[in-house]
Nanobody, 125 residues
Framework: QVQLVESGGGLVQPGGSLRLSCAAS????????MGWFRRAPGKEREFVSA????????YYADSVKGRFTIYRDNAKNTVALQMNSLKPEDTAVYYC??????????????????WGKGTLVTVSS
């Protein structure tokens, strides 16, 4: 049974940091690209960051570039998102997702094969 379980969300002040984690099971993690997406209140789900199956290529949305960093550990079947300099507009439910490695684009929500249930990040003073 495939599972993606996110953790690490919470309330943080503007300018603060959070680290999200995603634990994967039930599939061959090292053969999948991994991504983070988010859905803000009243908005569509959007791409945040992704990393290829081997970790060699990382992708970031322009809105988070320079502030967020994605990491993956194939030995532990985990992927993390370090979020620094958080802004109120980063408030959203953050989702972890997996995509089979042969697919070309890990930044499109429609192309992901598995999804977690999400973790809420609230950036507010």
């Amino acid at each position: 049974q495939v599972q993606l379980v996110e953790s690490g969300g919470g309330l943080v002040q503007p300018g603060g940091s959070l680290r999200l984690s995603c634990a994967a099971s039930g599939f061959t993690f090292s053969s999948y690209a991994m991504g983070w997406f988010r859905r803000a209140p009243g908005k569509e789900r959007e791409f945040v960051s992704a990393v290829t199956w081997g970790g060699g290529t990382k992708y970031y949305a322009d809105s988070v570039k320079g502030r967020f960093t994605i990491y993956r550990d194939n030995a532990k079947n985990t992927v993390a998102l370090q979020m620094n300099s958080l802004k109120p507009e980063d408030t959203a439910v953050y989702y972890c997702a997996a995509q089979r490695g042969y697919k070309p684009d890990p930044t499109a929500p429609a192309g992901m094969d598995y999804w977690g249930k999400g973790t809420l990040v609230t950036v507010s003073s």
